[in-house]
């Protein structure tokens, strides 16, 4: 349905996509995924005709992007990243512009807006002005227009961002009843948010393709690199030190490589990487017993893009030479209102 | 044919509510009567005396057509795009199946018809002269038709100003200095020989140095609607070019 082979844009001298190929089949749900700056936007902008590719091809349903760029705009549905929506509008008033400018018929415009807002549920909110909803409606409302005239290609840029983990969920549920017969490219940075309704992942990586496979397969590849934070006290007095700590933790079996986050006060927090699929929690626990130290926290992290790529290319991100804190402090933060990885 | 009608009219329809949902078109229509109304009063006054002096009462409103475009046009165009680049609404808008000239064509004419309805709030003075008295309909007419002549052209370099920039203050700044500058261009050909080509062309140009010359005679120049005209056009163009150039490698 969707086809791109040897896709090349540049930005003035910097190359934003490298030769990027991937096929999606029609009726399939791909996500799209890769760290922000990788691509993405970019390879979108391309298949909805908003931007042209310097080199490559591009056919959606057969037709070329590049010299049938309106034949292709009017067989997709597309949310932009950010969903931009002009704010003064009311939500059924903005949905019957966008539905003109579509081509809907006339005589079907009304129908099209009644099923787009049933949908994406927000038929209770079709009289509100679009610049008053909450960040989940305005949401639900681009898809509402993405989804109007009935788009046999639905490309959906970023849609969860800024939703909190319920919204998501309700997100994804609704995407899951979308899908069947439509094509759906969902792009996306975080793993977790596709992997469940996703059947296939591409991933992007500094505008090249770094992985293209079935969730699952990829799912088995990046499920040794879930992490454990712990931590730990090693007393009141702080007779044990953060180094003697990380040395008791290092000898753990199973342990591949221990990092100390953080270190003030009495309790310390240590990154566990774990070999294969192995759970350290028990063991760290075990540790933490054995020895009379303290323990107030002890979880598992979600994997986040970033070392999903380390493992899968084996490519250390060459941009990003943060301190690990302060890339910790920074996953963290994007990972604020979306769901923990199940 | 039929589809660039329909979009242009969607585009139009969308842009003239939205003039009327921001406060700045209320804001400039209020301005725009207030001093309109105290010029109407101060000059009916003046001419109260004399009835055969209504023309002068006319005229002294429609003097300030080159003013109050210059003042106008920046004013309605500045969002036009600046807006939709900085929200990123463009986005959405030209990966619908439009084209640039349909959405360039949809907002110009929205945005002449909301300055030519502005002008037309002029015809209520008008009409309470023609109650007290028999004023001349022709110049108005003419002067009309010259206004929305030098409106377009204006509001389509405000336009192309707003297509240049996310900011909408930089648009106003542009499209102001721009219209000054077509404004007064006749200033210029004090530099050049009496009578030289130079001479003849910036005084053609000019629009202070003859606009309201329809008034007068009650015919309408044709050489200087075309020249506005011409110059919309001219605008209207690089607009289209503009937003297109993201096409461009």
């Given at each position: 349905?969707?086809?791109v082979?040897?896709?090349t844009k540049?930005?003035?001298?910097v190359?934003?996509?490298?030769?990027?190929?991937?096929?999606?089949?029609?009726?399939?749900?791909?996500?799209?995924?890769g760290p922000?700056?990788?691509?993405?936007t970019?390879?979108?902008?391309?298949?909805?005709?908003?931007?042209?590719?310097d080199?490559?091809?591009v056919t959606?349903?057969?037709?070329?992007?590049?010299?049938?760029?309106?034949?292709v705009r009017?067989?997709?549905?597309?949310?932009?990243e950010g969903?931009?929506i002009?704010?003064?509008m009311?939500?059924?008033e903005?949905?019957r512009?966008?539905?003109r400018?579509?081509?809907v018929p006339?005589?079907?415009?009304k129908a099209?807006?009644?099923?787009?807002?049933a949908?994406?549920g927000?038929?209770?909110?079709?009289?509100?002005i679009?610049?008053?909803?909450?960040k989940g409606?305005?949401?639900?409302?681009?898809?509402?227009?993405a989804?109007?005239?009935n788009?046999?290609?639905?490309?959906?840029?970023e849609?969860?961002?800024?939703?909190?983990?319920?919204q998501?969920?309700?997100?994804?549920?609704?995407l899951?009843?979308l899908?069947?017969?439509?094509?759906i490219?969902?792009?996306?940075h975080?793993?977790?948010?596709?992997?469940?309704?996703?059947?296939?992942?591409?991933?992007?990586?500094?505008g090249?393709?770094?992985?293209?496979?079935t969730?699952?397969?990829?799912?088995?590849r990046?499920?040794?690199?879930?992490?454990?934070?712990?931590?730990?006290?090693?007393g009141?007095?702080a007779?044990?030190?953060?180094?003697q700590?990380?040395?008791?933790l290092?000898?753990?079996?199973?342990?591949?490589?221990?990092?100390?986050?953080?270190?003030?006060?009495?309790?310390?927090?240590?990154?566990?990487r774990?070999q294969g699929?192995?759970d350290l929690?028990?063991?760290?626990?075990?540790l933490?017993?054995?020895?009379?130290?303290s323990?107030?926290?002890l979880?598992?992290?979600?994997?986040?893009?970033?070392?999903a790529?380390i493992?899968i290319?084996?490519?250390?991100?060459?941009?990003?030479?943060?301190?690990?804190?302060?890339?910790?402090?920074?996953?963290a933060?994007?990972?604020?209102?979306?769901?923990?990885?199940? | 044919?039929?589809?660039?009608?329909?979009?242009?009219?969607?585009i139009?329809?969308?842009?003239?509510?939205?003039?009327?949902?921001?406060?700045?078109?209320?804001?400039?229509i209020?301005?725009f009567?207030?001093?309109?109304?105290?010029?109407?009063?101060?000059?009916?006054?003046?001419?109260?005396e004399?009835?055969q002096?209504?023309?002068?009462?006319?005229?002294a409103?429609?003097?300030?057509?080159?003013?109050?475009?210059?003042?106008?046009?920046?004013v309605?165009?500045m969002r036009?795009?600046a807006?939709e680049?900085?929200t990123?609404?463009?986005?959405?808008l030209m990966?619908?199946?439009?084209?640039e000239?349909?959405?360039?064509?949809?907002?110009?004419?929205?945005?002449?018809?909301?300055?030519?309805?502005?002008?037309?709030t002029?015809?209520?003075h008008?009409?309470?002269?023609?109650?007290?008295?028999?004023?001349?309909w022709?110049?108005v007419i003419?002067?009309y038709?010259?206004?929305?002549?030098?409106?377009?052209?204006?509001?389509?370099?405000?336009?192309?100003?707003?297509?240049?920039?996310?900011n909408?203050?930089v648009?106003?700044?542009?499209?102001?200095?721009?219209?000054?500058?077509l404004?007064?261009?006749?200033?210029?050909?004090?530099?050049?020989?009496?009578?030289?080509?130079?001479?003849?062309?910036?005084?053609?140009?000019?629009?202070?140095?003859?606009?309201?010359?329809?008034?007068d005679?009650?015919?309408?120049?044709?050489r200087?609607?075309?020249?506005?005209?011409?110059g919309a056009?001219?605008?209207?163009?690089?607009?289209?070019?503009?937003?297109?150039?993201?096409?461009w490698r």
């Amino acid at each position: 349905m969707i086809h791109v082979s040897q896709l090349t844009k540049h930005f003035g001298p910097v190359r934003a996509l490298d030769r990027v190929s991937f096929d999606v089949p029609e009726g399939a749900i791909v996500g799209f995924l890769g760290p922000n700056g990788a691509g993405k936007t970019t390879t979108i902008r391309i298949l909805t005709g908003f931007l042209p590719p310097d080199e490559g091809e591009v056919t959606i349903a057969g037709i070329d992007a590049r010299t049938d760029s309106l034949g292709v705009r009017r067989i997709i549905g597309y949310l932009p990243e950010g969903v931009p929506i002009y704010p003064e509008m009311r939500v059924r008033e903005y949905l019957r512009f966008r539905a003109r400018i579509k081509g809907v018929p006339r005589a079907e415009r009304k129908a099209a807006i009644a099923r787009a807002l049933a949908s994406a549920g927000v038929e209770d909110v079709n009289r509100q002005i679009t610049g008053t909803l909450s960040k989940g409606y305005r949401q639900r409302v681009g898809l509402a227009d993405a989804l109007l005239g009935n788009p046999r290609v639905l490309i959906l840029d970023e849609p969860t961002v800024g939703l909190d983990p319920e919204q998501v969920r309700q997100f994804r549920s609704l995407l899951r009843g979308l899908g069947g017969d439509r094509t759906i490219l969902l792009s996306t940075h975080v793993l977790s948010e596709v992997e469940q309704v996703a059947a296939r992942i591409i991933i992007i990586r500094r505008g090249r393709i770094a992985a293209h496979d079935t969730t699952q397969n990829l799912r088995k590849r990046v499920g040794s690199l879930d992490r454990i934070r712990a931590e730990i006290s090693g007393g009141s007095k702080a007779e044990v030190s953060p180094p003697q700590l990380l040395a008791a933790l290092e000898k753990l079996p199973g342990v591949v490589e221990v990092r100390l986050e953080r270190g003030n006060g009495p309790f310390h927090a240590f990154i566990l990487r774990p070999q294969g699929d192995q759970d350290l929690r028990e063991a760290v626990f075990h540790l933490v017993r054995d020895r009379g130290w303290s323990l107030r926290e002890l979880t598992r992290l979600p994997v986040t893009l970033e070392e999903a790529f380390i493992d899968i290319v084996g490519e250390r991100p060459a941009v990003d030479n943060r301190p690990i804190v302060e890339r910790e402090h920074s996953a963290a933060e994007g990972h604020q209102g979306k769901e923990p990885r199940a | 044919m039929r589809t660039c009608l329909r979009n242009t009219t969607a585009i139009f329809g969308r842009e003239m509510a939205s003039f009327f949902l921001s406060p700045i078109a209320y804001v400039v229509i209020s301005l725009f009567l207030l001093a309109n109304g105290w010029v109407f009063y101060f000059n009916a006054n003046f001419f109260q005396e004399s009835p055969q002096q209504i023309d002068f009462v006319i005229r002294a409103l429609f003097n300030w057509v080159p003013f109050w475009t210059l003042l106008l046009a920046p004013v309605i165009t500045m969002r036009l795009f600046a807006e939709e680049k900085r929200t990123g609404t463009l986005e959405s808008l030209m990966t619908a199946p439009v084209t640039e000239f349909q959405v360039v064509a949809g907002k110009f004419l929205a945005a002449e018809a909301f300055y030519l309805l502005i002008w037309l709030t002029l015809l209520l003075h008008l009409v309470i002269l023609e109650v007290l008295g028999n004023p001349d309909w022709g110049p108005v007419i003419a002067v009309y038709v010259a206004t929305a002549a030098l409106g377009a052209l204006m509001l389509s370099l405000g336009l192309l100003a707003s297509a240049l920039t996310r900011n909408q203050i930089v648009a106003v700044i542009v499209s102001l200095v721009g219209s000054f500058l077509l404004l007064v261009a006749d200033m210029v050909r004090r530099l050049f020989p009496d009578d030289s080509q130079a001479d003849r062309f910036f005084d053609f140009v000019g629009i202070l140095g003859h606009f309201g010359n329809e008034f007068d005679r009650g015919v309408v120049d044709l050489r200087f609607i075309a020249l506005y005209l011409i110059g919309a056009s001219v605008f209207l163009f690089f607009t289209v070019k503009v937003l297109e150039a993201r096409k461009w490698r």
